[in-house]
């Protein structure tokens, strides 16, 4: 109980002050691509925070992945530092004996990545998205600020508009230049109003007029009206159907196992498999010198999660392009990593070596020779 106990508690303060450190990094990292996306006018202003948190929750599972791991390599690197590893070795417990706490501490955390890959994950991206879409389909009388020329949203139309009302909805001194179907037309008139007809929004100008001539030719035609109407947007939103594969259910794509979808679910099964992976690998790299720095193993275990991580993606592009299978890469990179991570921690736990095993060929043959002579 004591070992079970101590372990677990250390664990729980370094996977805690790790997990801290990692989500005001993110935030940080998320918050200066947000505002820069705000500022090119791809995100409203006034979302920004929300649209941070949804990207922040939508990289939870790798940041939660990450402190556990960091976690278990930074509390074993610090027991061999301390030599506590020698007195729980002397104990009787072995190298593989720490998997047992490792794990009982890690299952709750584990579940918890594979819930936030499988169903945050997709949920995230769909509110990311839809509220971008939401703001870039907004209407065109919507992105003009008065005194200011501004180009609409297909970029075939400049717009300038005097004043406006304080509803955002009609506006004063319109001035529209549009080059559309091979002709060119500038469009002027004292009022204009925004009307939505079904999911189309229209631009209903008063008392003006407007000039079109053909692309190339001399003529212009000039034509008064008193009312005159022109699409300015539309309110519907992308089709479920035209939705990117992480935007979509986990569900949805294993309904739909297209080369695309079936690339995005082994991303996502692939996370909670590398979460599993990881806890092995890191008991494995903990052991350092006890007179070395402890800075080597969280090294290479940084190293080892970014190597991991970036195999994941080239595996989801190699299997949307039909380079290999979803079976075939899901058994190949984490049964492989889960085969080399037992190697590796029974390397450690039973001492072998290539020096060792050299040695003993020479008196194993000589063993064999000596009934004969």
Same mark, same amino acid.
């Given at each position: 109980?004591?070992?079970?106990?101590?372990?677990?508690?250390?664990?729980?303060?370094?996977?805690? %002050?790790?997990?801290? @450190?990692?989500?005001?990094? @993110? #935030?940080?990292?998320?918050?200066?691509? =947000?505002?820069?996306?705000?500022?090119?006018?791809?995100?409203?202003?006034?979302?920004?925070?929300? @649209?941070?948190?949804?990207?922040?929750?939508?990289? +939870?599972?790798?940041?939660?992945?990450?402190?556990?791991?960091?976690?278990?390599?930074?509390?074993?690197?610090?027991?061999?530092?301390?030599?506590?590893?020698?007195?729980?070795?002397?104990? !009787?417990?072995?190298?593989?004996?720490?998997?047992?706490?490792?794990?009982?501490? %890690?299952?709750?955390?584990?579940?918890?990545?594979?819930?936030?890959?499988?169903?945050?994950?997709?949920?995230?991206?769909?509110?990311?998205?839809?509220?971008?879409?939401?703001?870039?389909?907004? !209407?065109?009388?919507?992105?003009?600020?008065?005194?200011?020329?501004?180009?609409?949203?297909?970029?075939?139309?400049?717009?300038?508009?005097?004043?406006?009302?304080?509803?955002?909805?009609? !506006?004063?001194?319109?001035?529209?230049?549009?080059?559309? /179907?091979?002709?060119?037309?500038?469009?002027?008139?004292?009022?204009?109003?925004?009307?939505?007809? *079904?999911?189309?929004?229209? +631009?209903?100008?008063?008392? *003006?007029?407007?000039?079109?001539?053909? =692309?190339?030719?001399?003529?212009?035609?000039?034509?008064?009206?008193?009312?005159?109407?022109?699409?300015?947007?539309?309110?519907?939103?992308?089709?479920?159907?035209?939705?990117?594969?992480?935007?979509? %259910? =986990?569900?949805?794509? #294993?309904?739909?196992?297209?080369?695309?979808?079936?690339?995005? +679910?082994?991303?996502?099964?692939?996370?909670?498999?590398?979460?599993?992976?990881?806890?092995?690998?890191?008991?494995?790299?903990?052991?350092?010198?006890?007179?070395?720095?402890?800075?080597?193993?969280?090294?290479? %275990?940084?190293?080892?999660?970014?190597?991991?991580?970036?195999? +994941?993606?080239?595996?989801?592009?190699?299997?949307?392009?039909?380079?290999?299978?979803?079976?075939?890469?899901?058994?190949?990179?984490? *049964?492989?990593?889960?085969?080399?991570?037992?190697?590796?921690?029974?390397?450690?736990?039973?001492?072998?070596?290539?020096?060792?095993?050299? /040695?003993?060929?020479?008196?194993?043959?000589?063993?064999?020779?000596?009934?004969? =002579?």
């Amino acid at each position: 109980m004591l070992f079970h106990s101590t372990i677990r508690k250390e664990l729980a303060r370094s996977f805690g %002050a790790t997990l801290v @450190v990692l989500i005001t990094i @993110v #935030m940080t990292m998320m918050l200066i691509r =947000t505002l820069g996306l705000a500022s090119r006018g791809a995100v409203n202003p006034q979302e920004v925070m929300m @649209v941070l948190g949804y990207t922040v929750l939508g990289h +939870l599972p790798t940041i939660l992945t990450l402190s556990l791991f960091i976690a278990i390599v930074a509390t074993l690197s610090r027991m061999y530092g301390d030599s506590e590893m020698v007195i729980w070795f002397a104990s !009787g417990r072995g190298l593989s004996g720490f998997l047992g706490p490792l794990f009982r501490f %890690a299952w709750p955390i584990l579940l918890v990545i594979a819930a936030l890959v499988m169903v945050v994950w997709p949920w995230s991206n769909q509110q990311t998205r839809e509220m971008r879409d939401r703001y870039e389909k907004r !209407g065109d009388l919507e992105r003009v600020a008065p005194g200011q020329f501004q180009e609409s949203a297909n970029g075939t139309r400049v717009f300038f508009l005097d004043k406006d009302s304080p509803d955002g909805k009609s !506006g004063k001194n319109i001035f529209i230049a549009a080059t559309e /179907r091979g002709k060119e037309a500038v469009t002027s008139a004292r009022s204009g109003r925004v009307d939505t007809i *079904g999911n189309d929004r229209f +631009l209903l100008l008063n008392t *003006g007029q407007r000039l079109e001539h053909a =692309t190339g030719q001399p003529d212009i035609k000039i034509s008064k009206f008193e009312e005159y109407g022109t699409r300015v947007g539309s309110d519907a939103l992308g089709a479920p159907e035209d939705a990117p594969a992480k935007t979509r %259910a =986990t569900y949805d794509l #294993m309904m739909h196992p297209n080369r695309i979808n079936q690339g995005e +679910l082994a991303w996502r099964i692939g996370m909670a498999l590398a979460a599993l992976n990881f806890v092995i690998i890191a008991v494995a790299v903990s052991s350092v010198n006890p007179r070395a720095g402890r800075s080597g193993s969280l090294v290479f %275990a940084l190293f080892a999660f970014v190597v991991y991580y970036n195999l +994941l993606n080239i595996g989801q592009s190699w299997i949307a392009a039909g380079k290999t299978s979803f079976g075939a890469f899901l058994f190949g990179l984490h *049964g492989g990593v889960f085969l080399l991570g037992l190697l590796w921690l029974g390397k450690r736990h039973n001492n072998w070596s290539l020096s060792a095993l050299w /040695r003993r060929r020479p008196a194993r043959l000589a063993r064999t020779e000596r009934p004969g =002579t």
